[in-house]
């Protein structure tokens, strides 16, 4: 596939939040990957260099002025992107857990199934090796909570290596779940009838840093992801007609 001449209609977007040490490798491979394409890091009101390397490495930089979170961070770049006119947006993480050379199979997929969304998934060819214990019961807990909301199996709910599209853009860049918002994101999409599927992804280690994610954190996740869920799904029974009893 001729990546350059997709620049037109396809963003990569890279949310960031003091990740000076391996924001730069991230830039630099998704651009030797995708030459052409344009890669905007959102720097999530960063304390360090962040900014100064996402800039040296080629890429574009929206400044938070404020400390929004993930999800104000990957919303602030949805809606730009979707103000900017842009019909896809492939989001890959700061941290360089997600592989550069997996973005072309999530784009292609994009492109071509009709799917609202499409998610990069360890679990599709494979156990997802490298998991915590922790984050592996995890997903499988929201796998079985997911299931019976979606109607359909969801391997990785958790992942952050995330494509949609321009229909999935207008809504996210409305509105979009603030804190570890990829779980209550689906949530949203189904009640809107739109479409998700999984492509396998390689997890890489990171690059520098570890994750936010303390045993004591996962299980807040847990319960405030569980509160987002449920209320997205009482929302749209509540504006649901109610059919009429049968006598």
């Keep these: ?51 100064v390397a996402a800039r040296s490495s080629g890429a574009e930089v929206l400044t938070l002025p404020h400390h929004l979170g993930l999800g104000g961070c990957v919303q602030a770049g949805y809606k730009l992107a979707f103000e900017l006119g842009y019909d896809y947006v492939i989001r890959v993480d700061g941290d360089g857990q997600h592989d550069a050379r997996d973005i072309p199979r ?33 997903i499988q807990f929201f796998r079985l909570v997911l299931r019976p909301i979606l109607g359909k199996a969801v391997r990785d709910p958790t992942s952050g290596f995330v494509g949609v599209n321009r ?30 599927v999984e492509v396998p992804c ?5 690059r520098e840093g570890r994750s936010s ?7 807040y996740y847990i319960v405030h ?3 987002g869920v449920f209320v997205n799904v009482l929302k749209y029974e509540r504006r649901m007609p109610k059919q009429p009893r049968r006598s």
């Design 106 to 138: 999530v784009f292609e997929t994009l492109r071509t199934s009709g799917c609202e969304m499409v998610i990069g998934s360890r679990y599709v060819n494979s156990n997802g090796g490298g998991t915590s214990l922790v984050r592996a019961a995890g």
């Design 225 to 227: 992801v569980l509160l």
């Design 213 to 219: 994610i303390t045993p004591a954190k996962s299980i």
């Design 202 to 206: 390689h997890m890489l280690p990171r």
């Design 1 to 51: 596939m001729n990546h350059a001449a997709s620049a037109g209609q396809l963003l990569i977007l890279i949310p960031a939040f003091n990740e000076e040490g391996a924001i730069g490798g991230v830039v630099r491979a998704v651009r030797e990957e995708m030459p052409g394409v344009p890669v905007l890091v959102a720097d999530d009101c960063s304390q360090d260099a962040t900014v």
């Design 167 to 196: 229909k999935a853009l207008g809504v996210f860049s409305r509105s979009f779940p603030l804190e570890y918002p990829e779980i209550e994101a689906l949530v949203v999409l189904q009640r809107r009838r739109f479409r998700f």
